[in-house]
């Protein structure tokens, strides 16, 4: 699911994951070094942050750059299970950067690396471990930004989920989201696709819609399946977003304490306020607080077979970390 935003974003992008500069005619973001005319895509070279005619990079917006580098600490609370005994409480880093973005003309070729490491704290449930459970894939997306008014995209991404403590081949999966955009004028984008993953628990296939809409040039509302919001920025260098999101978690644990490997899955809703500030250049620090909700683990062997299912009482989480935007 979070592929096919990747594909949606970068679609809906000025990008190289996202997202460059902007206008600043609104005399409450003048001087800001996030703001800047609308990039030359003349001047785009063969290694550079691709310079796209979709997006934000028009002189209707005051919004930044989307991000397409983010670095983060997450902590979701503790929260009981309805159906079993004890609680769960989750701690999580994530790193997500461009490595290799490539221009050919309208063709754009972007690699990415995206790693998460999480720390599940589960009193009185064995079967959810209390190591870290690592997430490391690298989407490699293609882009054509050949038309006017369209941009077309598509996302393979490779990965690994688990504990590096056997077999990593159980571990692997795939992902992979085709979508395409086209933009109505400057205040209005939409995007249609489909994404499909295969690897872990149940193989997965699901058609999807997004848009984003600027109803003024200092607010965006936004549905990027599996994100969606409202972004506002109040004054130079801050921005304010009330986010949501579909937060999945899927892990291989190979165990060495008698119980069987199996796959561990944490899935649910999230939403809050998100505030962010200008630092420098690219670079903004965020801080985002909130509830996960309508939260559920479901944990199988590796023949399937289910061991644990129950849903999580709501909990409040915090995150902040770092944002590049381009």
């Known amino acids: 699911m979070k592929i096919f935003t990747l594909c949606l974003l970068t ?96 063709w754009h070729g972007l690699v990415f690396i995206n790693y998460r490491g999480t720390q599940y704290d589960s009193p009185n449930q064995p079967l959810v471990p209390d190591h870290t459970l690592h997430s490391v894939s690298m989407p490699i997306a293609l882009l054509y930004d050949g038309f006017d008014d369209w941009l077309i995209g598509g ?29 109505f004028g400057p205040q209005f984008n939409f995007y249609a ?53 579909f937060d999945s978690k899927t892990s291989t644990v190979q165990s060495k304490d008698g119980l069987p490997d199996r796959n561990v899955s944490v899935y649910g809703l999230k939403a809050g306020l998100r505030v962010e500030h200008h630092l420098y250049s690219k670079a903004w620090v965020y801080g985002y607080a909130g509830y996960h909700f309508a939260r559920n683990v479901d944990i199988e062997d590796l023949d399937g077979v289910t061991l644990l299912e129950s849903e999580l009482e709501a909990a409040p989480f915090i995150d902040f970390g770092f944002n590049l935007r381009f």
């Not at 690994?160 to 086209?182: H, K």
């Open 11 to 106: 679609a809906s992008v000025g990008l190289s994951q996202a997202s460059a500069g902007e206008s600043s005619q609104n005399p409450s973001h003048q001087n800001g070094d996030y703001l800047s005319e609308p990039a030359d895509q003349s001047e785009q070279s063969l290694v550079s942050v691709p310079v796209l005619n979709f997006g934000r990079q028009n002189e209707y917006s005051l919004l930044p750059g989307y991000a397409f580098g983010n670095m983060r600490y997450s902590h979701t609370f503790e929260a009981d299970y309805k159906s079993s005994d004890g609680s769960l409480s989750a701690k999580e880093v994530a790193l997500f950067t461009p490595i290799l973005p490539i221009n050919m003309g309208d």
């Open 155 to 183: 996302v393979f991404t490779p990965g690994y989920t688990g504990d590096f403590r056997g077999s990593t081949s159980d571990g692997m999966s795939y992902w992979a989201a085709a979508a395409a955009g086209y933009s």
């Open 193 to 245: 696709g489909a994404f499909y993953s295969k690897g872990l628990m149940d193989d997965f296939f699901m058609p999807g819609i997004g848009f984003n809409y600027r109803p003024c040039r200092d607010v965006e509302i936004y549905l990027l399946p599996p994100f969606a919001g409202v972004t506002y920025s109040p004054a130079e260098r801050w921005i304010l977003s009330l986010a949501g999101s």
